[in-house]
């Protein structure tokens, strides 16, 4: 294993690419919610976070069926099935007049983003372990991060040239692009010896495998805890910026600023988990999570707003101990299910995002004239997770001793 541990340039770019397909599809949406809501003929403006939270709900199921899937007939093939699916899904979601039908068709392009979404954990895993694992996962999900940079401002451009339907067009015309270099350019990753034969019970005996190890299922929640927290600003960001500061010219840029602290702290991250190791920094990271958010509860417990100001270094703060996060959780989840690592990234997905979507979607329904109860959120999910970080290192211990 060790003479595979190292980096690869375009291993890296493809598996972020493939990730940065489904950033693109839900970040550079969020400019073009009220068109939507418009043409749509939405009248509860909160309607409208369904658009973004219902995407991620599908990607939890997708994975559920290529990841299993993937562990017998090899990663490539799975990936092009899901993409295949999120074509239609886009055709759809174009062509309705319905809510409703919107919705059903986000779903269905999560479902199919759900391969690329999961399989490039699985790939990464097929060929990397341990911290170094985490580094390349850091690597990926800063470009993963990162694109929510560029994304709302596309969608702004795509908007004031053309309507919202571009922006999907868009994303079909990048993802073509994306799929052509992986076929041309990736190999499997996954060789015949090391699959496992499609059975009936295939799907059941990898859950069961799964729940084999306590820290992959303890590390799954603690990231559904934090991604849910963290979706809910990504559904609720608009509204924020737009309604209560009214600052819809500067949405884009405001939007790309705060991803640029996501985006450095998983470059650092990068830099440092080999030298420190995952467990460590995530420790740390969520103890930072957790005083960020509690320290603004504790100074605005009022629900007025502040201003804009101190509202962006708090989130540029909280954002920053997030980018430490998600690379490191992943990594930490997945490092004893390298031989189901395809169901194991599956069940990843699907639990952290079952937790995630009814977490965004409840806190997400008071977000209306104050910022509070996001931070409540993050608050409430951070020592949900710190608990679970301070009972592993327990277990930890214990164990040594």
Known sequence: MQKTQTFKFEFVALMASLMSIVALSIDALLPALPDIGTTLHITNPSDNQLLITMIFLGIGFGQLIFGPISDSLGRKPVVFFGFIVFILASIVCVNTTSFEVMVIG???????????????????????????????????????????????????????????KSIFYFNLVFGVFIMFWFW?????????????????????????????FPEAIAYTLVSGFITGSFMVYLSTSQQIFETQYNLA??????????AISIGLATYLNSMLVVKFGMLRLGYIATIGYCAV??????????????????LIGFFALQFFAVGFLFGNLRALAMQPLGHIAGIGAALNGFISTVFAVPIANYIGSFVKTSVLPLFIGFSVFGVLSLLVFILLKRKTRLQVA
């Open 184 to 212: 041309q350019r990736q190999p499997e990753t996954l060789p015949k010896e090391k699959r496992i034969k499609f059975t009936p019970n295939l799907f059941a005996n990898g859950v069961k495998e799964f729940f084999k």
């Open 293 to 310: 958010s509690l320290l603004y509860v504790f100074m605005f417990w009022s629900g007025n707003n502040p201003s804009i100001y101190v």
């Open 249 to 258: 010219d500067m949405f884009p840029y405001i939007f790309a600023s705060l």
């Open 106 to 164: 986000r779903v269905l392009q999560g479902i199919g983003l759900a391969a690329p979404r999961s399989l490039t954990i699985s790939m990464i895993r097929d060929s990397y372990s341990g911290n170094y694992m985490a580094k390349i996962t850091s690597i990926v999900v800063m470009f993963f991060i990162l694109v929510p940079v560029i994304a709302p401002t596309l969608g702004t451009f795509l908007l004031y040239f053309f309507t919202w």
